[in-house]
């Protein structure tokens, strides 16, 4: 089993920056490929961004790319996603995810993870 855990969220002005975090732990990290996804007041989860288990593999959606960077740190089993130019569309609740694969991947779908942390909320002010 794998346990996901986020960190970083809080409250922000527009323009701001945020570094979420999310601790992995229960499995080998390094097998995993790693995603963040988040949901609005009311929408469906979204992808967001996500990166393979090699980290040479990124991807983001279009409403976060230039502004958000995906990393990971295999050494503290721990992704980031350094947030900046935040806007408030970019209010919601931010999920990490997680899928042990054995090749070059990265997941945009949610059905494409199966291990999911709680979640940490970002709110961006106006």
């Known amino acids: 089993q794998v346990r996901l855990v986020e960190s970083g969220g809080g409250l922000v002005q527009a323009g701001g920056s945020l570094r979420l975090s999310c601790a992995a732990s229960?499995?080998?990290?390094?097998?995993?490929?790693m995603g963040w996804f988040r949901r609005a007041p009311g929408k469906e989860r979204v992808f967001v961004a996500g990166i393979s288990w090699s980290g040479e593999s990124t991807d983001y959606a279009d409403s976060v790319k230039g502004r958000f960077t995906i990393s990971r740190d295999d050494g503290k089993n721990t992704i980031h996603l350094q947030m900046s130019s935040l806007k408030p569309e970019d209010t919601a609740l931010y999920y990490c995810?997680?899928?042990?694969?054995?090749?070059?991947?990265?997941?945009?779908?949610?059905?494409?993870?199966?291990?999911w942390g709680q979640g940490t909320q970002v709110t961006v002010s106006s």
């Open positions: 229960g499995r080998t990290f390094g097998h995993f490929a």
């Open positions: 995810a997680a899928i042990e694969v054995g090749l070059e991947f990265v997941g945009k779908s949610t059905t494409s993870y199966e291990y």
